[in-house]
């Protein structure tokens, strides 16, 4: 990770009531994927054209009104990395700067304030720091960590809101597939697609996964585990595959 200076310096202010030593064993014993969380969470607040409040802070709920912008008219995004458990004890990430440079390019996309890249990356070393404890120990086991922004600005009217919540939260999962790291069913898709041009498909927000919930649906039901989505334009061309990248060796 960067060594840089921090654009923002991230306040420290960990849970008074940890889960128990025990607890957490009996939780890493089987985590799923995306049911198990951490102690801690990282959130930050944009408004007035600036970022501010930085923190570390138990993991928790959060409050919103109503008419909460994301709500309407759905200006989100996310990212998704992993911290694995080294030998040594120690964890590591790979190429965490990427996915700061993603996750600023799909807030320009929806018109969104760019979270600054340093910030992306302190808020991760911060947590993964934290709730080290959490990272799982066993094969093919990690900590998944989903950084999330979203416009919590109150109001009804389409323009680009003036304030977002960036949160940061961290789950211990294992295999994404239950059955583990083996061959999956394909479901190829040519009546619905997930990107077209000029669209969103090149950023990291909700409404992609949304609309490719129908398709994956379909595939559930035929018995398949992922969808290959074809090309808008002609519907022949390999798009990308749901949930992992897709070669072809010939």
């Excluded at 109503?66 to 998704?80: D, K, L, N, R, S």
Aim: proline share 8%; with cysteine.
């Amino acid at each position: 990770m960067s060594t840089a200076a921090p654009t923002l310096s991230i306040s420290l202010h960990p849970s008074a009531t940890p889960v128990s030593v025990e607890r957490r064993a009996e939780l890493l014993l089987d985590p799923g994927f995306g049911r198990v969380f951490t102690d801690h969470m990282v959130t930050a607040q944009y408004a007035d054209g600036g970022w501010r409040d930085a923190q570390l802070r138990p993991y928790g709920p959060l409050s919103l009104e109503p008419a909460t912008a994301v709500m309407h008219y759905a200006q989100e995004i996310f990212e998704g990395l992993k911290a694995y458990r080294q030998p040594d004890g120690g964890t590591a990430l790979f190429r965490p700067d990427r996915n700061a440079a993603r996750f600023r390019y799909s807030a320009q996309r929806l018109a969104m304030a760019p979270l600054p890249e340093q910030l992306f990356l302190d808020s991760v070393r911060v947590l993964v720091e934290q709730d080290r404890a959490w990272v799982p120990t066993f094969p093919e086991g990690s900590l998944y960590l989903r950084p999330f922004m979203f416009a919590n600005e109150q109001f009804l009217g389409v323009r680009p809101a003036l304030q977002y919540f960036y949160g940061l939260i961290a789950s211990p999962v294992g295999a994404y597939f239950p059955r583990g790291v083996k061959p999956v069913n394909l479901w190829l898709s040519t009546d619905r697609v997930r990107a077209v041009p000029g669209g969103t498909g090149d950023a990291k927000t909700g409404g992609n996964y949304a609309a490719s919930l129908m398709a994956q649906a379909e595939a559930t039901e035929a018995g398949c585990d992922q969808v290959v989505f074809v090309d808008a334009v002609e519907r022949r061309w390999v798009e990308e595959l749901g949930g992992m990248n897709i070669f072809f060796v010939f």
